[in-house]
């Protein structure tokens, strides 16, 4: 079985530091991916980051970069210089090939305050 | 990034009655699509997984005659909460992929429907 866990239920910030959202994942498959997603007070879901289970650079997308431990099967994200527009529901996932049909699989979000 | 298009945003309805929801690839064809539900302050669990042209497989607990889903065309899928009560009530959101169906593929994300059932 698959599952994702995120123990930061809240987290602050100060505007233009920078924040480390905790994601760790557990699975069996040997082949997988793992997702960052934001998630603003409208609902929608906004892909931030990608990482696969086999890529041995960290993946990065402007000021979001994914700190991928497979031994420690943790998939952190940092966003770098925050801004206001940060504060959002992060969401962490993972998608294998367990089941057949490529699920995403989410953990329970961590609340990101960016505070001036 | 694709576009995926959820209609309607917001929905109110009365006890009993039932509610369709609309999940729209506008410039992929989506060939599997996922119905998402988002209770208040919690995360998205995993309705159910539709493939175009086949029955939804649903996840377990989530109760197949009360929420049917069709997905009829590869640019449509419908989600209908048949006799929707209060508890009910919740945020639907729907993905959709295209036909690559690799690890890395990301899911896109229609808007989300707001159902509250009074």
């Known amino acids: 079985a698959q599952k994702i866990t995120q123990t930061q239920p809240g987290m602050f910030v100060q505007e233009k530091e920078a924040v480390t959202l905790d994601c760790t994942y557990d699975?069996?498959?040997?082949?997988?991916?793992l997702f960052w997603y934001k998630q603003p007070s409208s609902g929608e879901m906004i892909f931030l980051i990608y990482?696969?289970?086999?890529?041995?650079q960290n993946a990065t997308e402007g000021r979001y970069s994914l700190n991928f431990q497979k031994a420690r099967k943790s998939a952190n994200l940092v966003i770098s210089a925050s801004q206001l527009g940060d504060s959002a529901m992060y969401f962490c996932a993972m998608r294998g090939f367990s089941g057949g049909y490529n699920k995403l699989i989410f953990g329970a979000g961590t609340r990101l305050a960016v505070h001036p | 990034g694709a576009v995926v298009s959820q209609h309607p945003s917001r929905v109110i309805c009365k006890s009993g009655t039932s509610v369709k929801i609309e999940c729209r690839s506008l410039d992929f064809q989506a060939t599997t699509m996922f119905w998402y539900r988002q209770f208040p302050k919690q995360s998205l669990m995993l309705m159910a997984t539709?493939?175009?042209?086949?029955?939804?497989?649903?996840e377990q607990g989530v109760e197949k005659d009360k929420f049917l889903i069709n997905h009829a065309s590869l640019t449509l899928s419908t989600l209908t909460v048949t006799s929707a009560h209060p508890e009910d009530s919740s945020f639907y959101i729907c993905?959709?992929?295209?036909?690559?169906?690799?690890?890395?593929?990301?899911?896109?994300f229609g808007q989300g429907t707001r159902l509250t059932v009074v």
């Open positions: 993905s959709a992929r295209g036909p690559i169906q690799g690890a890395n593929t990301e899911a896109f």
């Open positions: 539709s493939n175009e042209g086949s029955k939804a497989t649903y």
């Open positions: 990482q696969g289970s086999y890529d041995e």
């Open positions: 699975t069996s498959d040997q082949s997988y991916g």
